[in-house]
């Protein structure tokens, strides 16, 4: 799940028509010109001339807080992460209580896995607005990575009950009860999610991951047909349904629809995975033991992933470096060794 970047202009359009009149514009109605131009580039994905306007706004004024934020929200959305952190450090320099850009430096940690950083602004805009929903969403979000799946949960519960409309929270806290195989838990969160909003299209998603858990691929098939249904092409889902064929054994299908996940997003670790995996049912343990590292690089909190590459390395006689792995994935919880497994490894 991602959250939205926060733009907060300040002045309003009365003042700035009483002032356009005039010959001469004062520095603030050219600040609100610049900032009004850029955000309507942004807003037209005209990013370039975006940036050219936040930046003019910014030299006639190095701490117009509006034209930081909302240049740091555009590298961004151009996953500029690094820029995007340093223009809210700046704009929280100018003001150490602006908590639009708190919001989105907590976002923009999230994206660059400095997840604790991310919990530190979230925690301050908290101690200033403690109902807010989105600060404690963020904090589940971060403590999920974190993989503290009890804090997560809590935290998802507290932005549900300050915002019982949005059912993000709710998939999102679904998503923790998977994480924790608490199936019938997860199953009532996404009913009720479906009540409120049956055409999101994450509540089939994860109704389809937790079908795969308990072994009935049937309904996790149509689970996410659901979801592909209600977003053609979504690259996430796509990957999933290629996960549910490569479980079924019909690794053609499971390669086509992977193979078309990685080429839409090619950011995605978790389809890196499944190609692993998809080679190690094919034997090809090289091509295997590379996707799999290539997806721990990626994001190592991906599902399994330690098992997977502990077992491509077993496969090609890497013993210790598979005992490593699988040491990794019961700390993980994964519950996925075997007696034998276990034993050879001690």
Not at 142 to 168: C, G, H, M, V, Y
């Amino acid at each position: 799940m991602t959250f939205k970047n926060v733009s907060l202009p300040r002045l309003s359009w009365v003042l700035i028509v009483l002032l356009f009149g005039s010959c001469y514009e004062p520095k603030e109605v050219k600040l609100q010109k610049f900032l009004l131009k850029g955000n309507e580039e942004a807003a037209n994905k005209n990013y370039d001339q975006a940036i050219a306007y936040f930046k003019e706004s910014i030299q006639l004024d190095p701490c117009f807080l509006d034209g930081i934020n909302n240049l740091g929200t555009v590298y961004f959305r151009l996953k500029q992460y690094e820029q995007a952190l340093a223009l809210y450090d700046q704009a929280i320099e100018c003001d150490p209580d602006f908590l639009g850009s708190y919001f989105n430096r907590a976002n923009t940690f999230y994206e660059l896995k400095e997840y604790f950083n991310a919990l530190k602004d979230v925690d301050k805009i908290l101690a200033i607005k403690p109902d807010t929903a989105l600060a404690h969403f963020i904090r589940g979000l971060a403590w999920t990575k974190l993989r503290d799946f009890d804090s997560a949960k809590k935290a998802f519960s507290s932005a549900f009950q300050i915002d019982p409309t949005n059912i993000e929270y709710l998939v999102n806290r679904a998503n923790v009860y998977y994480y924790l195989k608490q199936y019938d838990s997860a199953k009532q969160d996404l009913e009720r999610a479906v009540a409120l909003s049956p055409d999101e299209p994450n509540i089939y998603n994860t109704r389809a991951l937790i079908d795969i858990e308990q072994k009935d691929f049937d309904a996790a098939f149509t689970a996410i047909s659901k979801a592909l249904e209600l977003a053609p092409g979504e690259p996430f889902f796509i990957n999933n349904r290629g996960y549910i064929h490569l479980v079924n054994g019909d690794l053609d299908k499971a390669e086509d629809d992977i193979n078309r996940s990685i080429s839409t997003d090619p950011e995605n670790g978790w389809a890196y995975r499944n190609k692993g995996i998809y080679y190690l049912m094919k034997e090809d343990y090289p091509n295997a033991e590379r996707l799999l590292v290539q997806a721990l690089s990626m994001d190592g909190f991906i599902d399994k992933i330690h098992f997977y590459l502990g077992m491509a390395y077993w496969k090609a006689g890497k013993k210790q470096l598979a005992c490593e792995q699988f040491d990794l994935s019961e700390q993980a919880g994964d519950a996925m060794l075997t007696a034998d497994l276990i034993k050879l490894c001690q």
